[in-house]
């Protein structure tokens, strides 16, 4: 058994993860305790993800995150305006979240923002507006449809029968366009024969509290409206907001926040009022993902699967809305991690994010670099060289990890597969430092031992850790020879020496045929449970040529965790559970403990086609597309891993953000994935290793970026691929 190094412990980010129930092999990670916190220097905290645990961003965008809270109690949707006593954090399974950011508008189906939950315009983490009620001759229009009409946008429409003679007959139809820029289009047309005279009002309220606030309920009464301009305002110490009308309101109560209009209908006829919603003295919103200029590539598919033309389109879309831009540096932009608690940098997700999209360009990917490596901690001290990042749960059998250390090997990879993607050299060249940095980091913190445990007393060797250690010294390897930088020699003998300690100590036989283990314990004991971590195990990365990089598992042990992932203790048929069913601790619900994470699905969909275990990655694709058509194409961050059975749906998980940025980006990844791109273009070379079995029949990929060019590929239904669009000069490799 090969020991860990003792070393001290380089420091992490301040978490608020709650104490876990069960027992297991690290200290303070017990019944009834909290896993140790690390000692020295504290990184500067990031947001963590709500799934990860229970804690809340505001969509103020920032390289380096304020503090993060625990909510308590919220309200829940029977909660009266001004009333916050229920527990629990507000459902956001079945809301239709609209997201320019820094925008925000969130509702439910039936349209009406009735100060309940998470109703609302946001902007920067505020919450502008609560309440939007709309009556009509006396009464709320009945809901008929809502539905998303863009990532930012959504439709909803309502009827009412005002005539009584009608008969059975709607003769008014109300429709509500809302926009997360803090407009709202309210249309009514007369369906009828006869001339209308309707009496319109709107109801509006607001209490102005943070995101965090209204999660943990404490968001306070609603405030007392006063008459502006041609709508109403509201204000505290600290914030004030705005509702203007077009047209003007015949009459205006700031007592009751009510605007009134009397409307006209003649028969056929139509009528609009457009409410606009802005903090004071704001101008409109400008959204970084609706810039004129977008660094992410407006890439379409189409094939045989008529699934794979809305969800890459849906992802594209979720992507442009989730951008931010550095606000000390405006042309570096960088995705937040979701909507609508992660509206913020969290640095291990947005560089998985950029990592996956790099297909749609290497603009993203260059600017969450420039914007992680201005948080870069400097020296002396053992956390020189790392980036930020707080600690995540990580289910009952760990104690919670560390995605500082996460987000430290995913910097050099990153930019070492942005260069296989055509990153200018002196782009390149600018970030090279900071990955130096971070290798430099890898190779003093495991000094003269072989794995990389967990920045805390007595933590874990945990095998995804291992997987991205091994990963970042190979690429990073790559990268510094490239430009003739020292150390390469030394990461790749540390990671030959890693993958023969590896093979002899994280594998476990057992009568099934042996499996990963998911750590090693302080005392050298693996931790056998079998999670949908080890998927980072098939994730080696790009190195020149289009080869994959090896991996810490021989071609044997690759092929059984194909076929331990494609077991129904593993897939859900919509997915890959978090945890196999057969584990202690299984929950279909648990975040970390059964639910089906869409970016692990899509790392093993990848990884196992790369590693030729096409039968078990055709399965997981199949499932996940499954799943993306009863979410309306908009994959969620997780959802419940109930297995699927005939005429059966996906469970929503009540918390999850949706869109997510990894998820969104998890779409790029898997359809680039069948076409097999391997991109090398500082030798001008693009190679293709399809998916042969062709799982989803004929499909094309267009408008793809390689070489900072478009780029285009079709599969047909024979698992052949044919480059249809390129940059000049790419050659297709062998």
């Not at 930012?152 to 139809?173: I, K, N, Q, W, Y």
């Not at 409109?284 to 699934?307: E, H, W």
């Not at 390469?488 to 023969?500: G, I, K, M, P, S």
Request: some cysteine; overall charge neutral; glycine content about 12%.
């Amino acid at each position: 058994m090969h020991q860990q190094p003792s070393q001290s412990s380089p420091p992490s980010a301040a978490r608020e993860d709650p104490p876990r129930s069960s027992r297991g092999p690290f200290p303070g990670h017990g019944a009834g305790s909290a896993a140790p916190e690390p000692t020295g220097r504290p990184l500067p905290p990031a947001p963590a993800s709500l799934s990860d645990s229970p804690s809340l961003l505001g969509n103020r965008p920032s390289p380096v995150p304020g503090r993060i809270r625990r909510p308590a109690a919220v309200p829940s949707a029977g909660t009266a305006p001004g009333s916050r006593s229920a527990p629990g954090l507000p459902p956001t399974h079945d809301a239709l979240i609209c997201v320019a950011l820094p925008g925000l508008a969130i509702s439910g189906e039936p349209g009406q923002l009735a100060g309940r939950g998470l109703d609302g315009f946001y902007r920067g983490g505020r919450r502008l507006l609560s309440r939007c009620q709309v009556r009509v001759a006396g009464r709320e229009p009945l809901p008929m449809q809502a539905r998303m009409t863009g990532a930012d946008s959504a439709r909803f429409v309502g009827t009412l029968r005002v005539t009584p003679v009608a008969g059975p007959d709607p003769d008014v139809v109300v429709e509500r366009a809302r926009h997360a820029d803090g407009t709202e289009r309210i249309t009514l047309r007369n369906t009828g024969l006869r001339p209308l005279r309707l009496p319109v009002e709107v109801a509006l309220g607001t209490d102005l509290a943070e995101l965090g606030a209204i999660a943990s309920g404490t968001a306070g009464p609603d405030l007392t409206a006063s008459v502006h301009d041609s709508g109403l305002r509201w204000a505290t110490a600290d914030a004030a907001a705005c509702v203007t009308a077009d047209p003007p309101p015949s009459d205006a109560l700031a007592s009751a926040g009510m605007l009134r209009w009397e409307v006209e209908l003649p028969p056929g006829g139509t009528a609009a009022v457009e409410l606009r919603v802005r903090p004071e003295g704001a101008g409109p919103l400008r959204a970084a993902g609706q810039a004129a200029t977008s660094p992410l590539a407006a890439a379409q598919a189409a094939g045989d699967d008529p699934r794979v033309a809305p969800l890459l389109h849906a992802a594209v879309a979720d992507l442009h809305a989730l951008l931010l831009r550095d606000p000390a540096h405006p042309s570096d932009t960088y995705l937040a991690a979701g909507a609508p608690w992660r509206c913020g940098m969290a640095p291990a997700e947005a560089l998985a994010a950029a990592r996956m999209a790099l297909p749609l360009g290497t603009r993203l990917a260059a600017g969450t670099l420039r914007t992680l490596a201005r948080t870069q901690l400097d020296g002396p001290g053992p956390g020189a060289g790392m980036i930020p990042g707080p600690r995540r749960d990580a289910g009952p059998h760990l104690p919670p990890g560390c995605t500082a250390t996460e987000a430290t090997l995913l910097f050099p990879v990153l930019l070492a597969e942005a260069r296989r993607w055509g990153l200018p050299e002196q782009e390149t060249r600018d970030l090279l430092p900071a990955a130096e940095h971070c290798l430099t980091w890898l190779r003093t913190t495991t000094g003269d031992g072989i794995y990389l445990p967990d920045p805390y007393p007595a933590g874990p060797v945990r095998c995804e850790t291992q997987a991205h250690a091994h990963r970042a010294a190979l690429l990073g390897a790559d990268l510094l020879d490239a430009f003739g930088r020292p150390g390469a020699t030394e990461l790749r003998q540390w990671a030959q020496n890693l993958r023969a300690a590896f093979r002899a100590d994280f594998w476990i036989e057992d009568r099934g045929g042996g499996r990963p283990a998911a750590a090693l314990a302080p005392d050298g004991r693996p931790v056998p449970h079998l999670s949908a971590t080890t998927v980072h195990l098939l994730d080696t990365g790009l190195l020149d040529a289009g080869r994959p990089a090896p991996g810490l598992l021989d071609k044997a042990s690759t092929e059984h965790l194909a076929r331990l992932l494609g077991t129904p203790a593993m897939d859900a048929g919509w997915g890959l559970r978090g945890l196999g069913t057969e584990e202690p601790g299984h929950n279909p619900f648990g975040h970390r403990t059964g639910a089906v994470r869409v970016q692990e699905t899509a790392l093993a969909v990848a990884g196992l086609a790369a590693a030729g275990c096409e039968k078990e990655a055709g399965g997981l694709l199949r499932g996940l597309l499954g799943a993306a058509e009863h979410f309306g194409h908009r994959l969620p961050e997780m959802f419940a891993g109930e297995q699927r059975s005939a005429g059966s749906a996906p469970l929503p998980h009540p918390a999850a953000c949706r869109p997510a940025a990894t998820s969104a980006a998890a779409v790029v990844l898997v359809l680039t994935a069948l076409a097999g791109v391997r991109p090398d273009v500082p030798a001008r070379t693009v190679t293709l290793r399809p998916v042969r079995s062709a799982p989803l029949g004929e499909l094309s990929l267009t408008g793809l970026r390689v070489a900072g060019a478009p780029f285009a590929v079709r599969i047909s239904r024979l698992g052949l691929a044919v480059v249809e669009e390129a940059a000049d000069g790419l050659q297709l490799g062998s």
